[in-house]
């Protein structure tokens, strides 16, 4: 056995212990070794390493989102009410806490707006990719102009504007006034409509599109 074999070995063993959330940051900073700056990663690491967690220089950025398209919402006219534009059927299914959080939601008619869409590059908490967006005041949109894309989205008019298989995110007050998450996905041709608190303590996975005003 070479001694790259050999490394390699011991490598793939210590990363079974490794928690799924960190493993992402593990695959970055090995791509970043062996990119063009490789040599510059390895000496930061190696510091680090020797003046041990918390007491290095290492400095390393790692990008959370990428901005993707915008799109233009117009103004709306009428009062939005949930309860009569979400609904179960054959082809939706909503979920407990939307229904819970958002049916009898009611919404004043609101001005146009431009919204701008992310991908988040690699799994992130809801509260660190809130920060990387802006706050909370940053991010928040209405429910009637997420119902207006799905709607544009399903007549075709968006084209790949929502993704086809990562989650579609939009942050929203509930009836309550709180600020949540209402999430849109697919599974099987039949779409998932939920909603979740912005405390949700799990991440979200790379590939999930965070869609919020553009500013």
Same mark, same amino acid.
């Given at each position: 056995?070479? $001694?790259?074999?050999?490394? %390699?070995?011991?490598?793939?063993?210590?990363?079974?212990? =490794?928690?799924?959330?960190?493993?992402?940051?593990?695959?970055?900073?090995?791509?970043?070794?062996?990119?063009?700056?490789?040599?510059?990663?390895? $000496?930061?690491?190696?510091?680090?390493?020797?003046?041990?967690?918390? &007491?290095?220089?290492?400095?390393?950025?790692? &990008?959370? %989102?990428?901005?993707? /398209?915008?799109?233009?919402?117009?103004?709306?006219?009428?009062?939005? *009410?949930?309860?009569?534009?979400? $609904?179960?059927?054959?082809?939706?299914?909503?979920?407990?806490?939307? /229904?819970?959080?958002?049916? @009898?939601?009611?919404?004043?008619?609101?001005?146009?707006?431009?919204? &701008?869409?992310?991908?988040?590059?690699?799994?992130?908490?809801?509260?660190?990719?809130?920060?990387?967006?802006?706050?909370?005041?940053? *991010?928040?949109?209405?429910?009637?102009?997420?119902?207006?894309?799905?709607? /544009? &989205?399903?007549?075709?008019?968006?084209?790949?504007?929502?993704?086809?298989?990562?989650? =579609? !995110?939009?942050?929203?007050? @509930?009836?309550?006034? =709180?600020?949540? *998450? !209402?999430? %849109?996905?697919?599974?099987? @041709?039949?779409?998932?409509?939920?909603?979740?608190?912005? $405390?949700?303590?799990?991440?979200?996975?790379?590939?999930?599109?965070?869609?919020?005003?553009?500013?």
């Amino acid at each position: 056995m070479s $001694k790259s074999e050999d490394m %390699l070995g011991h490598a793939h063993k210590a990363l079974n212990g =490794v928690p799924e959330d960190a493993l992402e940051l593990v695959r970055i900073f090995a791509n970043n070794l062996s990119g063009p700056k490789g040599t510059e990663w390895a $000496k930061a690491g190696e510091s680090f390493l020797n003046k041990g967690v918390g &007491q290095g220089d290492l400095t390393i950025t790692v &990008q959370l %989102l990428s901005p993707l /398209k915008t799109i233009f919402v117009p103004a709306t006219t009428e009062v939005f *009410v949930a309860a009569d534009h979400f $609904k179960d059927g054959p082809t939706c299914n909503l979920g407990r806490r939307f /229904k819970n959080l958002f049916s @009898d939601k009611i919404e004043e008619p609101a001005g146009d707006v431009v919204i &701008q869409s992310y991908k988040l590059l690699i799994n992130g908490s809801i509260e660190s990719i809130i920060t990387a967006l802006g706050g909370e005041d940053r *991010v928040e949109t209405t429910l009637s102009t997420f119902y207006s894309l799905r709607e /544009k &989205q399903l007549s075709g008019e968006l084209g790949d504007f929502f993704p086809r298989n990562d989650a =579609v !995110v939009f942050f929203v007050r @509930d009836s309550r006034g =709180v600020l949540g *998450v !209402v999430y %849109l996905g697919a599974d099987d @041709d039949i779409e998932e409509i939920e909603a979740y608190t912005t $405390k949700r303590s799990d991440h979200w996975p790379s590939g999930a599109c965070f869609f919020i005003p553009a500013h």
